[in-house]
Structures are given as structure tokens and as C-alpha cells.
């Protein structure tokens, strides 16, 4: 089964305290933020991730952009963001597919559901994202001790110095 998650980019936005804090020196560098964080869930969760932006926000509207494996979409004028949404959970909905909607925009959340999504609130996808987050961080250590791990305890400086002579083999 193929996961999609549609992502209501403002709307995150506006939920997350991180993202919220940001758009208040820069907007732009908010989206950069979120598709950041929306390009580690992708791959930590094998979802591919679309985030739809509402195009009064931004010059060019109407266009698509690909940041860090992440559908980046931008409405066209006097499109919004649900009805772009609404739009693609009906033309990717498949049998084979399961799509995710994450806002908290109550309306939007009934009508894609209607429509046969799963709905998820900026909330849900926060908390979520977070617990991410730390299995990110503990495959990372994992790695590293993994890396580290030899049958004679060495200093970090020995274990540079015969790591350095491996590599000049």
C-alpha cells in the first residue's frame, strides 16, 4: 500500500510554535523550515509527502517546485489551499493508495475525509513529527556506536590515528 501525505503548509505554519516563531522574522525561511522537517518524515516514514501553499502568499503563483524529494505546490490565483487539496486527494486516490491530509482546518478535514482520506491535525503531524525526531536521533547514536565498537577499548584519539591508516591503504 502507497501512503501519500497532502500537508497544509500555512496551516502548519500557523500550529507549530517553531514554524509560528519564524514566520514572524520570514516567512520564507518558515516554508524552507517545514519542507525540511516534511523531507525527514518522508524518509523516515517511506510516505511520499506533497505540501500545498496558498498562492496570495507568494509571487508566481500556480507553480510546482521539487525541495528536498517534496512536492512543493503553490496555488494558482484565486485557488486555495483546501481546493488544491480537495483537488489531488481526488485525482491520486486509488485502490492501492491510502492519502493523508494534515490541517486543522475543520471544513477541509470533513470534505477530504469525505472524499476518502485520513485525516491529521497540525497537532497529530506535530507530535508525530516529533517522535521522528527521536528515532532519527537514535538510529544516529546507534550508527555511531556501531562504527566505534571494537573488541580493544580505544581512546577516540587511537581510534582516528588506525582509522586515518585504513583509509591510506
Known amino acids: 500500500m502507497k501512503d501519500i501525505l497532502l500537508v497544509d503548509g500555512y496551516n502548519m505554519i500557523g500550529a507549530w510554535p517553531e514554524l509560528r516563531a519564524l514566520k514572524d522574522k520570514d516567512l520564507g525561511?518558515?516554508?524552507?523550515?517545514l519542507v525540511e522537517m516534511l523531507a525527514e518524515y518522508q524518509a523516515y516514514t517511506g510516505h511520499q509527502?506533497?505540501?500545498?501553499?496558498d498562492a496570495h502568499m507568494v509571487q508566481g503563483s500556480g507553480k510546482k517546485e521539487?525541495?528536498?524529494?517534496?512536492?512543493?505546490?503553490?496555488t494558482r490565483k484565486n485557488e486555495t489551499a483546501d481546493e488544491r487539496i480537495e483537488k489531488l486527494v481526488h485525482d491520486l486516490k486509488r485502490i492501492d493508495t491510502r492519502i493523508h491530509v494534515a490541517t486543522s482546518d475543520f471544513m477541509e478535514q470533513s470534505l477530504t475525509f469525505g472524499s476518502g482520506a485520513?485525516?491529521?491535525?497540525?497537532?497529530e503531524l506535530l507530535i508525530e513529527m516529533e517522535v521522528i525526531e527521536k528515532g532519527i536521533d537514535k538510529e544516529v547514536e546507534?550508527?555511531?556506536?556501531?562504527q566505534r565498537s571494537t573488541k580493544i577499548p580505544l581512546s577516540d584519539e587511537m581510534a582516528e590515528i588506525f582509522e586515518r591508516w585504513r583509509r591510506e591503504r
Open 49 to 53: 509527502v506533497k505540501v500545498v501553499f
Open 66 to 74: 521539487y525541495h528536498h524529494r517534496i512536492d512543493v505546490i503553490y
Open 142 to 146: 546507534k550508527t555511531r556506536k556501531k
Open 118 to 123: 485520513l485525516r491529521k491535525s497540525a497537532r
Open 29 to 33: 525561511l518558515a516554508r524552507d523550515r
